[in-house]
């Protein structure tokens, strides 16, 4: 029976989670949405149902798994609500805005002795991280000694304010490292570049790997994501994804987008398939509850070196059995 799907916020990622829905992901269907914004709502409902608020879409017969696409400080309060309701839940990263209230989540969770979230950090899903992990797993390379991530906005959004950089977008660079390397990080030491943009971030993990983060908000030239892992008898990277390469006026190269939702396209769309599976199945797949817990506890600890010293050894929780 297809899973009815309801998306709460229908900005650019509720839009095309809605879209992606409506469309391409056999088993789901959207069921309906809900917006702040009214107007917006509609036009991501495509004709299903708008609902008047959030709690309603969560507790509606019509659905059967929410997706929170509605800002951070939101998600929390929402992912909570779905828990009460036991509706298997797709919430956008960062688990929460705060390390306190990701651990509610968790919490509640752990009490319900079932896992119904995942977090949206959705490289896990693309295939070029894949294919870094499968080379990194094999042992191709070698034990990982180093990785370097780099992510490039062409400019931070309106509503980037504060330490989001860091809580905001180094959250994906926090699960994505965690994943490869299979490592927990232990230390962080951050440096800030001119007025706060870039940032450099320094990990160190519990095998003494070392994870070097530039996270550069403002980059002008396009969206950009690299990652290349170190190894003692190698290296892998990922490589470019544009489909094409372009020479013009005595320059030749690759293109880069806007933004990230052609950069994850692949990315959103497998997903979103593998949510839905894991939903049918009943088997957990993708980054859950405590690993959005985890980046976000180490993401608020690096904001928290930002505006003091510059060095923190990490506080890590021990990791509740539901998550082994
Ligand atoms: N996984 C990723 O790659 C990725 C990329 C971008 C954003 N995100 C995350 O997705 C979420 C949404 O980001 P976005 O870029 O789509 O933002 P956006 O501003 O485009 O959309 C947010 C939407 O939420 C609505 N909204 C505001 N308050 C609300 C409320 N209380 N209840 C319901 N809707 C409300 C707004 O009207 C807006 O339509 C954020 O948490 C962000 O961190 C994830």
Redesign the pocket.
């Known amino acids: 029976m297809s899973v009815g799907v309801g998306v709460?916020?229908?900005?650019?990622?509720?839009?095309?989670h809605a879209r992606l829905l409506a469309r391409q992901i056999p088993g789901a269907h959207l069921a309906g949405v809900?917006?702040?914004?009214t107007a917006?709502?509609r036009v991501a409902a495509a004709g299903t149902l708008v609902f008047s608020d959030?709690q309603s879409l969560i507790k509606s017969d019509r659905v059967g798994a929410v997706i929170?696409?509605?800002?951070?400080a939101?998600?929390a309060e929402?992912a909570l609500a779905c828990l009460a309701a036991g509706k298997p839940v797709l919430c956008?990263?960062?688990l929460a805005s705060s390390t306190a209230e990701a651990l509610r989540v968790v919490q509640a969770e752990v009490a319900l002795k079932r896992r119904l979230i995942q977090v949206?950090?959705?490289?896990r899903f693309d295939p070029g991280y894949q294919e870094m992990k499968r080379i990194k797993d094999e042992g191709a390379v070698g034990a990982t000694v180093l990785l370097h991530n780099q992510h490039r906005n062409a400019q931070a959004?309106d509503?980037f304010t504060g330490p989001m950089a860091v809580t905001?977008s180094f959250v994906?660079e926090i699960d994505i490292s965690r994943w490869l390397t299979g490592s927990e990080m232990v230390s962080a030491h951050v440096t800030s570049g001119p007025g706060g943009d870039p940032l450099m971030i320094t990990m160190r993990t519990d095998r003494d790997e070392i994870v070097s983060t530039e996270v550069y908000m403002n980059a002008s030239y396009g969206y950009h994501v690299h990652a290349e892992l170190v190894g003692r008898q190698g290296t892998v990277a990922l490589a470019p994804t544009s489909l094409t390469m372009r020479n013009k006026d005595n320059l030749g190269g690759v293109s880069y987008p806007d933004n990230?939702?052609p950069r994850?396209a692949d990315a959103?769309r497998r997903q979103l398939t593998d949510w839905i599976d894991g939903v049918t199945t009943r088997t957990p797949v993708g980054a859950s509850a405590w690993d959005g817990y985890v980046a976000s506890s180490i993401a608020e600890q690096v904001a928290a070196v930002l505006a003091g010293s510059g060095s923190a050894e990490l506080i890590r929780t021990p990791r509740p059995s539901l998550y082994d």
């Open positions: 709460i916020g229908t900005g650019v990622m509720g839009s095309e809900f917006d702040a914004d917006r709502a959030p929170i696409a509605s800002p951070d939101t998600h929402l956008e990263k960062p949206g950090y959705m490289r959004p509503w905001n994906h990230w939702v994850f959103y």
